[in-house]
């Protein structure tokens, strides 16, 4: 399943940066609308939450502040001094600030339900079961590596029996219905120019390195990284038992493969249009343009069923693709195949050795991570990945109590009114053009914290001390039920991400905001609180996902979610002209020395941040007029204006290492957490207003970027 997403953050585990890309969006989720049916979500007991010594996290936090910084030099510094000073960079972490906070600590919620689980006696529910035996399967090492490669063995196997290049579709179907991201990636996805419809959908994939520059870069540090992933493909070769010399040869032959691939794929930027990715034809016309590869038998056994219509998303990479499977010879095709094989099981089902060496060069290599995180919090991560609404269902009753929902739901229709009144007012768009603004606007569906309708994992089957055959069965169990939506209406109610998940999305082919549970928790939101801070710092996110309606991408979707422009050509030129204030802005800034980030790539991004922390303003200052509110009474010695600005800050406090700066600057839609504060505040007279600062203060921007 593939989604075209826009997410608040790329800190957490779901990895918006792969589902942007098309790549195979890690969590399957289901549901729709409220069915009361049995079949669905088979209840688990429910418990209270356990206690825990965590710390209290407030969303506006006084003591976080560094009174000795100047607010108008640098308002991040201000904000957030004494959060870095209490908050060193964790050895296992590559960066850390306060999504990574609250992440840990539902992250410990998450341990403490499924260790009930995997510890309850009698007779579990069928979830109950589940969540344990998988927490427990992957929690055995000894057992992992008592088997070694053998569970692995007959996918081996399957590869070394190829005997001809017309075998290759069936077994590269089988290959990617098990979770192996090897050449290309198919799925059921919204159809771009009817929302109402999923239709099977082709598009690039097959690389090992995070992103297709890392391919192509020529500097220095790109052509090292290169030589490391040499070496590491090499090792995790060597490990499944190859000699030291074939597994150097055949490495080398993965760079070359996955090299042409990536020559031929769109590069992030390009992918943020979503033209780009849309080219519909059938399965007549795209078997024809694959004459090295039958599409047919590839279909066949990827049980798909043949809907007709077909999105071929990257053409030019599937004729490269073409041209590779006829130039490159069976044994480099297997090396290639082998490699992406082990590479999709070394996490956490194989042997210490393999995670050892995943871990080294993913976290620590590219990313500059000094210590592998602690077995238990991968573990739970693959469970909330794997079984995220069983496991969600439970966090969600101990965790996100119905009050919580509809508070959250009052403050995301004052800022949809606010943003309604907004684009009323605004004076470079047509009164034409607004019509469609305000229809769109009017379209957004609201979901808040958790599906409607639990997902059905009746007929997944979760084997206790089986770590590699349950990831089989998790893969074959989502592959299963993304083909039976192709051909079918789809279903608005799903959701992208688990509840304990702690981000945000808008989604353009659906018009819906999605805001889990698991976000919905301090630093980020209490019902402790006043509208001040929760205004400032929740409002702010519920205007960027929002806005994110209205950015470069999410502009080019109309109310129902249909790629379809609805602007007049005048109002897109002003529009293209005030959003290249920012792409210039963002160009400017040099993250980490000698690279800089990229306008163009995090333009939707901050567009949705301005726009969001605008909106929110707007919203909390026609509450506060209308409750009377004293704007000159401090609280913690700061005005409720002032402390509406610090909340917005201080939810961006991150310690960040240097090579993962680096690599975010190059991949990264999100723009770095200083940036996300200090960049948008400059932006924004009302806040200079706020703590009277006057140009040149750092803080006050001569030119002000605002497009929304
Ligand atoms: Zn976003």
Same mark, same amino acid.
């Given at each position: !399943?593939?989604?075209?997403?826009?997410c608040?953050?790329?800190?957490?585990?779901?990895?918006c940066?792969?589902?942007?890309?098309w !790549?195979?969006?890690?969590?399957?989720?289901?549901a729709?609308l409220?069915v009361a049916?049995?079949v669905?979500?088979q209840q688990?007991p429910?418990?209270?939450?356990p206690?825990?010594s965590?710390p209290e996290?407030?969303v506006?936090?006084?003591?976080?502040?560094?009174?000795t910084?100047?607010?108008?030099?640098?308002f991040y510094?201000?904000?957030?001094?004494g959060?870095?000073?209490?908050?060193?960079l964790?050895?296992d972490?590559?960066s850390?600030g306060?999504?990574?906070?609250?992440?840990?600590?539902?992250? *410990?919620?998450?341990?403490?339900?499924l260790?009930d689980?995997?510890s309850?006696?009698?007779?579990?529910?069928p979830?109950?079961?589940?969540?344990g035996d998988?927490y427990?399967s992957?929690m055995d090492v000894?057992?992992?590596?008592?088997k070694g490669?053998a569970?692995l063995?007959?996918?081996l196997?399957r590869?070394?029996?190829?005997k001809?290049?017309q075998?290759?579709?069936?077994?590269l179907?089988?290959?990617q219905t098990i979770?192996?991201?090897?050449?290309?990636?198919m799925g059921?996805a919204?159809?771009?120019?009817?929302?109402?419809?999923v +239709?099977?959908?082709y598009y690039?994939?097959g690389?090992g390195?995070?992103?297709?520059d890392?391919?192509?870069?020529t500097d220095?540090?790109s052509?090292?990284q290169r030589?490391?992933?040499?070496?590491?493909v090499?090792?995790?070769?060597?490990l499944a038992?190859?000699s030291?010399?074939?597994?150097?040869k055949d490495?080398?032959?993965?760079?070359?493969i996955?090299?042409?691939?990536?020559?031929?794929?769109?590069?992030?930027?390009?992918?943020r249009?979503?033209?780009?990715?849309?080219?519909?034809?059938?399965?007549?016309?795209?078997t024809?343009?694959?004459?090295n590869?039958s599409?047919?038998a590839?279909?066949?056994?990827d049980?798909?069923p043949s809907?007709?219509?077909?999105?071929?998303?990257e053409?030019?990479?599937?004729?490269?693709f073409?041209?590779?499977?006829?130039?490159?010879?069976?044994?480099?095709i297997k090396a290639?195949l082998r490699?992406h094989?082990?590479?999709?099981?070394a996490?956490t089902?194989l042997p210490?050795?393999f995670d050892q060496?995943?871990?080294?060069?993913?976290s620590?290599?590219?990313n500059?991570a000094?210590?592998?995180q602690?077995?238990w919090k991968r573990?739970?991560?693959?469970v909330?990945?794997?079984?995220?609404?069983?496991l969600?269902q439970v966090?969600v009753?101990?965790y996100?109590?119905?009050?919580e929902k509809?508070?959250t739901?009052? !403050?995301t229709?004052a800022?949809e009114q606010?943003?309604?009144?907004? +684009?009323?007012s605004?004076d470079?768009?047509s009164a034409?053009?607004?019509?469609?603004a305000?229809?769109?606007?009017?379209g957004v569906?609201?979901k808040?914290?958790?599906p409607?309708?639990?997902?059905?994992y009746?007929?997944?089957t979760?084997?206790?001390?089986?770590?590699l055959?349950?990831?089989?069965?998790v893969?074959?169990f989502?592959?299963a039920?993304d083909?039976?939506?192709?051909?079918k209406p789809?279903?608005k109610?799903?959701?992208?991400?688990?509840?304990?998940?702690v981000?945000?999305?808008?989604d353009p082919q659906?018009?819906?905001?999605?805001?889990p549970a698991?976000y919905l928790?301090?630093p980020?939101?209490?019902g402790?609180?006043d509208?001040a801070a929760n205004?400032g710092?929740?409002g702010?996110?519920?205007g960027?996902e929002?806005?994110h309606g209205?950015?470069?991408?999410?502009?080019?979707?109309d109310?129902?979610?249909?790629?379809?422009n609805w602007?007049t050509?005048?109002d897109?030129l002003k529009f293209?002209?005030r959003a290249?204030?920012?792409?210039?802005?963002?160009?400017?800034i040099e993250?980490?020395?000698?690279?800089?980030?990229n306008?163009?790539?995090?333009?939707?991004?901050?567009?949705?941040?301005l726009g969001?922390?605008w909106?929110?303003?707007?919203?909390?200052?026609d509450?506060?007029?209308?409750?009377h509110l004293?704007?000159?009474?401090?609280?913690?010695g700061?005005?409720p204006e002032?402390?509406?600005?610090i909340?917005y800050?201080?939810q961006w406090c991150?310690q960040t290492?240097?090579e993962? *700066?680096?690599?975010r600057a190059?991949?990264d839609p999100?723009a770095?957490d200083?940036?996300?504060t200090?960049? +948008?505040?400059?932006?924004?007279?009302?806040?200079?207003?706020?703590?009277?600062?006057k140009?040149?203060?750092?803080?006050?921007?001569p030119k002000?970027?605002?497009?929304?």
């Amino acid at each position: !399943m593939f989604r075209y997403l826009a997410c608040l953050c790329s800190n957490s585990d779901f990895d918006c940066f792969h589902s942007r890309r098309w !790549m195979v969006v890690k969590l399957a989720l289901f549901a729709g609308l409220m069915v009361a049916s049995p079949v669905f979500g088979q209840q688990l007991p429910v418990s209270s939450p356990p206690a825990t010594s965590a710390p209290e996290l407030k969303v506006f936090d006084p003591s976080l502040i560094d009174a000795t910084v100047d607010p108008c030099d640098n308002f991040y510094q201000f904000s957030c001094k004494g959060w870095f000073k209490r908050n060193p960079l964790p050895a296992d972490q590559t960066s850390y600030g306060r999504f990574t906070e609250l992440y840990e600590l539902n992250r *410990l919620h998450l341990k403490q339900i499924l260790e009930d689980a995997s510890s309850a006696s009698g007779t579990r529910q069928p979830n109950e079961q589940k969540i344990g035996d998988e927490y427990a399967s992957c929690m055995d090492v000894a057992a992992i590596n008592q088997k070694g490669i053998a569970p692995l063995q007959p996918e081996l196997d399957r590869i070394a029996a190829l005997k001809t290049k017309q075998e290759l579709p069936a077994l590269l179907a089988h290959l990617q219905t098990i979770g192996v991201s090897a050449f290309f990636g198919m799925g059921a996805a919204q159809d771009f120019a009817d929302s109402a419809s999923v +239709i099977e959908t082709y598009y690039a994939s097959g690389l090992g390195l995070p992103e297709r520059d890392y391919y192509t870069r020529t500097d220095a540090k790109s052509v090292e990284q290169r030589q490391q992933y040499v070496a590491h493909v090499s090792k995790i070769l060597e490990l499944a038992g190859e000699s030291e010399a074939q597994a150097a040869k055949d490495a080398r032959t993965v760079l070359e493969i996955e090299t042409r691939l990536a020559q031929a794929s769109l590069t992030v930027t390009e992918q943020r249009d979503p033209q780009n990715l849309n080219h519909p034809t059938d399965v007549a016309t795209l078997t024809k343009e694959l004459p090295n590869f039958s599409l047919t038998a590839y279909i066949a056994a990827d049980r798909a069923p043949s809907s007709g219509k077909v999105n071929d998303t990257e053409p030019k990479f599937f004729a490269a693709f073409n041209s590779l499977v006829a130039e490159s010879s069976l044994d480099q095709i297997k090396a290639y195949l082998r490699w992406h094989l082990l590479h999709a099981f070394a996490g956490t089902s194989l042997p210490q050795a393999f995670d050892q060496e995943n871990w080294n060069f993913y976290s620590h290599t590219l990313n500059g991570a000094e210590k592998e995180q602690e077995r238990w919090k991968r573990c739970t991560s693959r469970v909330d990945y794997e079984l995220g609404e069983a496991l969600g269902q439970v966090y969600v009753s101990r965790y996100f109590p119905p009050e919580e929902k509809q508070r959250t739901l009052a !403050m995301t229709l004052a800022i949809e009114q606010a943003m309604d009144k907004d +684009i009323g007012s605004l004076d470079w768009m047509s009164a034409e053009t607004k019509v469609r603004a305000k229809e769109k606007l009017h379209g957004v569906m609201n979901k808040i914290g958790y599906p409607d309708k639990w997902r059905d994992y009746s007929t997944l089957t979760i084997v206790r001390g089986d770590a590699l055959g349950n990831q089989i069965r998790v893969q074959e169990f989502n592959h299963a039920r993304d083909m039976a939506k192709i051909g079918k209406p789809v279903d608005k109610g799903e959701w992208e991400m688990t509840p304990p998940t702690v981000n945000a999305y808008y989604d353009p082919q659906q018009n819906n905001v999605n805001f889990p549970a698991g976000y919905l928790q301090p630093p980020f939101f209490s019902g402790k609180e006043d509208d001040a801070a929760n205004y400032g710092d929740m409002g702010s996110t519920v205007g960027h996902e929002l806005t994110h309606g209205f950015d470069d991408e999410g502009r080019q979707f109309d109310a129902t979610g249909n790629l379809k422009n609805w602007w007049t050509k005048d109002d897109e030129l002003k529009f293209t002209d005030r959003a290249d204030c920012m792409v210039k802005q963002y160009d400017a800034i040099e993250s980490v020395p000698g690279v800089h980030l990229n306008g163009k790539l995090t333009l939707g991004e901050n567009l949705a941040d301005l726009g969001g922390l605008w909106l929110a303003w707007l919203a909390w200052q026609d509450k506060a007029h209308a409750a009377h509110l004293d704007l000159t009474a401090k609280m913690d010695g700061y005005t409720p204006e002032q402390r509406f600005w610090i909340a917005y800050a201080q939810q961006w406090c991150t310690q960040t290492r240097q090579e993962d *700066l680096r690599s975010r600057a190059l991949t990264d839609p999100h723009a770095p957490d200083e940036y996300r504060t200090n960049a +948008i505040l400059q932006d924004l007279p009302e806040f200079a207003k706020s703590f009277s600062c006057k140009a040149p203060a750092k803080m006050v921007s001569p030119k002000p970027c605002r497009v929304w």
